[in-house]
T-cell receptor, first 113, second 115 residues
């Protein structure tokens, strides 16, 4: 699986948009970009995923650059409960497999009141 | 909505003992994954099962084994426990392995402490 690079930590004010970058310059054509988060010692939680188009769901938006070498997760209105470690993961398309996720170092996002 | 159930939630063992962790996936999920997260570490993938067959393998020690049963629950068996096995063990499940993307639903974890 392609390697990802994320800043180790970020701060964001409550109510503002949190923009979390991720570099995945070695991503290959059949690999998706996934974002998960882990709130202290809880099980990781799926947020969103994408292949090459921008995606939005009730939790977040995912912006993927045209060359697919980087992406940004956007939490539009961060709350204190969004404080967590956010993981950007590149993984092949599911299709018949049960591929394990390779968690990197992640970004510790701290939402400030 | 039903979630992944893991038992026990906490387990204390002595070195060289054995431990069995259980995972009950979300109903109608046929794929199960196991992860290990050491203190201050990121989750590490151990092994996965799809339709009771081992599917993917990560950094699972030879002292560990796992299986998935006919009701899709899974058990992780750990023998000759070492101090370094102290960690949070997460189980995750997902719908059919033929789904087009890899969204995994994680359980609350089992905290194993080896003394």
């Amino acid at each position: 699986d392609a390697k990802t690079t994320q800043p180790p930590s970020m701060d964001c004010a409550e109510g503002r948009a949190a923009n979390l970058p991720c570099n995945h310059s070695t991503i290959s054509g059949n690999e998706y970009v996934y974002w998960y988060r882990q709130i202290h010692s809880q099980g990781p939680q799926y947020i969103i995923h994408g292949l090459k188009n921008n995606e939005t769901n009730e939790m977040a938006s995912l912006i993927i650059t045209e060359d697919r070498k980087s992406s940004t997760l956007i939490l539009p209105h961060a709350t204190l409960r969004d404080t967590a470690v956010y993981y950007c993961i590149v993984s092949p398309q599911g299709g018949g497999g049960a591929d394990g996720l390779t968690f990197g170092k992640g970004t510790h996002l701290i939402i400030q009141p | 909505a039903a979630g992944v159930i893991q038992s026990p939630r906490h387990l204390i063992k002595e070195k060289r003992e054995t431990a069995t962790l259980k995972c009950y996936p979300i109903p109608r999920h046929d794929t199960v994954y196991w992860y290990q997260q050491g203190p201050g570490q990121d989750p590490q993938f151990l092994i996965s099962f799809y339709e009771k067959m081992q599917s993917d393998k990560g950094s699972i020690p030879d002292r560990f084994s796992a299986q998935q049963f006919s009701d899709y629950h899974s058990e992780l068996n750990m023998s000759s426990l070492e101090l370094g096995d102290s960690a949070l063990y997460f189980c995750a499940s997902s719908p059919t392995g033929s789904s087009s993307y890899n969204e995994q639903f994680f359980g609350p974890g089992t905290r194993l402490t080896v003394l």
